[in-house]
């Protein structure tokens, strides 16, 4: 689960090797990293976070992440009792 405290990096996509394996960038290897989101996903998360509410909370971003990470569709804050 995210939080503001945690420390997140953005790097190249994982390359896939012949034998059909994702192959990540060293740094993500050598930091043993995970992957929570493609960028068009990430991207496509926030965009739609500002799409719904006028001035968007750090909380409000993460909770739209850590939904979709659960249920891949996008966090409808107004059915989540959350504000527009």
Known sequence: MLTPEVVCYLE??????S?????YPNFVV????ELLYY???????LMNVQSQIEEPTTDEYIS????????????DFKSQGGRK
């Open 12 to 17: 190249t996509y994982p390359t896939i090797s």
């Open 19 to 23: 034998d059909d394996k994702d192959v």
């Open 30 to 33: 050598m930091e043993s990293l």
């Open 39 to 45: 960028g068009e996903q990430f991207e496509d998360v």
């Open 64 to 75: 739209a992440l850590d939904y979709y990470s659960k249920h891949d569709v996008f966090m």
